[in-house]
């Protein structure tokens, strides 16, 4: 089954995360994805641009509105994803607590929805 691990954390500017602790950062996410590739569960992942980058679509009355920014203001924001193909919820939870974002965020664990 297929889920997809979305990453919520606190907005940041990763340029003002000293380089050292971005480092490590990044060779965390690089040594997870290492792992979930060599599982062969892995079938999509990206880091995101911050919310602030983000645009909001709608649709009423046939007219589309747009506006700037995520739908809501929240303390956490999406910093990225991760498509897999797990067994099981349980294997995907084990998977989800292995991703760097979970010891300062959290994981959303949500099975795709096959049509």
């Known amino acids: 089954m297929r ?8 907005p940041f500017d990763p340029s003002s995360v000293p380089a050292d602790i971005m480092e ?3 060779a ?7 792992d ?4 062969g569960i892995m079938q999509g992942g990206e880091a995101l641009q911050p919310s602030t980058a ?5 649709v009423r009355d046939g007219e589309t509105l747009t506006s700037d920014g995520p739908f809501a203001e929240t303390k956490e924001q999406v910093g990225g994803y991760f498509l897999v193909d797990c067994k099981d919820l349980d294997e995907a939870i084990e998977v989800a607590a292995k991703i760097p974002g979970a010891r300062e965020g959290s994981i959303e664990v949500r099975p795709i929805w096959e049509m």
């Open 3 to 10: 889920y997809l691990l979305l990453i919520y954390g606190p």
């Open 54 to 58: 983000a645009t909001s679509v709608r």
């Open 36 to 39: 979930v590739l060599d599982r």
């Open 24 to 26: 490590g950062q990044n």
């Open 28 to 34: 965390a996410y690089a040594a997870f994805t290492k």
